[in-house]
């Protein structure tokens, strides 16, 4: 008979593994992992995650970039704007719920494909939109592909990586994603829409229609990225958990030869053929919501719904911020484009903090100095100089919270309901994003940007709330944190 361990106080009893066996798997498991380190096919997987959520991002700042666009072509409101970022943000909720309920049952290789190409499709829609309609619809396709992809890609990489690598992947793919992202979004709407459309009307059709291209060359290096990705391996830990352990020592080897394409490879037995772990099969999705699952979540939820949703106003919103006060349009879109930097080497500290600093305090300080910054924008001077340095402040600190939560958040699951803890729960500031922006267009109409900065910093406040209820994770395996694979 095997050996049972009790549950820890407060604990589902599903949470937590109740045989020798289990328990022996899970330290195998983590000893395999650490003892393979980093190697060249780690680092091709997280280039290959990270060019894809490069792409995303952009992706997600062409509402803002077509925007002006749009209201002049269409005559659209500022609200219809916004109502274009909720259709997008509301849909990557629900690809991000889905998508990461897929992924606990079916696999992170099969759905982190299947997403990009949804995405890809839904740029297309957008690109050839006949109508405003048509372009609400576009949108929702796109989000329901960008959600899904991002909450697997966060998985694959948490669950692919050692202990010590770990915390470096995850904010990695923040600096590529959100980081270069947002200001490669903004230089390539200005080349788009600034440069090319007006001096080559035959080709882009002229100023009026080179927002389409916005759409039609994103889709491009999308359909590269799912090619690439074709030989990507399954996490071990998602194949222990599900008992193919022949699979799990397979990708193991692979992992540890550093070649991506499994042909020829050796398989060593990293795990015996008669590992185990228990409870994957009786596992439900109201587990995220009991216990410390459940409380762990409620602290999630509480960082991504303010932080994320005020990020997602800013944006939609920082060239129509800047052109309410009185600058052009390619004028804003500089600004926003250098405003923007400070993503890059805001997520970029924040991949250092996380190999060095305990997560926590991390985020915490990251949210205080967003908050500041965004307060001193809504009620500062109005001159180029404050602008700049002060947006350019927001955007440092609060993508350096966002790198921090989002090292944190696949560490606060268990893998038989990472990824779907993750879509459900971290995703939670997409729901703000649906919700606020026409909220703050119609706030941006009729009190003006000070309001909607003032809210923003409030927001980002309100994470401290949270913060001190989470579990603290740092320098931990998974197999440690959850006491299984």
């Known amino acids: 008979m095997s050996e049972t361990t009790l549950p820890k106080s407060g604990d589902d009893p599903r949470t937590t ?27 091709v997987v997280l280039f290959l995650v990270t060019f894809g959520a490069f792409f995303d991002v952009i992706e997600q700042n062409t509402v803002g970039m077509a925007g002006p666009a749009l209201t002049a072509q269409w005559g659209i409101s500022s609200a219809q704007v916004g109502l274009l970022a909720s259709a997008t943000f509301g849909a990557m909720y629900l690809g991000a719920v889905a998508g990461g309920w897929m992924a606990d049952r079916w696999g992170r290789k099969t759905m982190f494909s299947f997403n990009l190409a949804v995405y890809s499709l839904g740029g297309l829609i957008c690109a050839f939109a006949a109508n405003y309609a048509m372009m609400v619809a576009g949108r929702i396709v796109v989000g329901l592909g960008l959600g899904g992809e991002f909450v697997v890609g966060l998985a694959l990489l948490a669950e692919l990586t050692s202990t010590k690598f770990r915390g470096t992947a995850v904010s990695l793919l923040q600096v590529g994603a959100g980081g270069l992202g947002n200001p490669a979004a903004n230089l390539f709407g200005f080349l788009v829409i600034g440069v090319l459309g007006p001096i080559l009307p035959l080709v882009l059709g002229g100023p009026d229609t080179a927002w389409r291209w916005l759409y039609i060359f994103l889709a491009l290096p999308a359909l590269l990225v799912l090619y690439l990705r074709r030989h990507f391996p399954e996490t071990p830990r998602f194949l222990v958990m599900r008992g193919r352990i022949a699979e799990a020592n397979k990708t193991l080897s692979v992992l540890a030869s550093g070649r991506m394409n499994p042909r020829g490879v050796t398989v060593t037995e990293y795990l015996p053929d008669d590992a185990s772990f228990d409870g994957a099969e009786n596992s439900r999705w109201t587990d995220i919501l009991r216990g410390r699952l459940g409380r762990n979540s409620a602290v999630l939820a509480t960082c991504t719904s303010m932080l994320f949703g005020a990020q997602f106003v800013m944006l939609t919103f920082w ?62 001077g109005n001159d180029v100089a404050t602008i700049l340095i002060v947006g350019f402040l927001f955007e440092f600190f609060s993508w350096w919270t966002n790198t921090a939560i989002s090292a944190w958040a696949p560490e606060l699951y268990p893998t038989r309901v990472r990824a779907f803890g993750i879509g459900a729960v971290s995703n939670l500031g997409l729901i703000g994003g649906a919700i606020l922006p026409p909220v703050a267009g119609a706030l941006l109409g009729s009190l003006g940007s000070s309001a909607l900065l003032g809210l923003v910093g409030v927001m980002c406040l309100l994470v401290l709330v949270a913060v001190p209820f989470g579990p603290e994770t740092f320098g931990r395996s998974l197999e440690e944190i959850h006491g299984e694979a």
């Open 319 to 380: 060239p129509i911020i800047l052109i309410s006060r009185g600058y052009e349009v390619v004028t804003s879109l500089v600004f926003t484009m250098v405003i923007d930097l400070g993503a890059l080497l805001g997520a970029s500290a924040a991949s250092f903090f996380n190999t060095k600093f305990k997560r926590r305090p991390t985020v915490a300080a990251g949210a205080v100095l967003s908050a500041a910054a965004a307060l001193v924008l809504a009620f500062g």
């Open 17 to 43: 593994p109740t045989t020798a066996n289990s328990s022996r798997t899970a330290a195998l498991l983590a000893a395999a992992m650490d003892r393979i380190g980093v190697t060249r096919c780690h680092k």
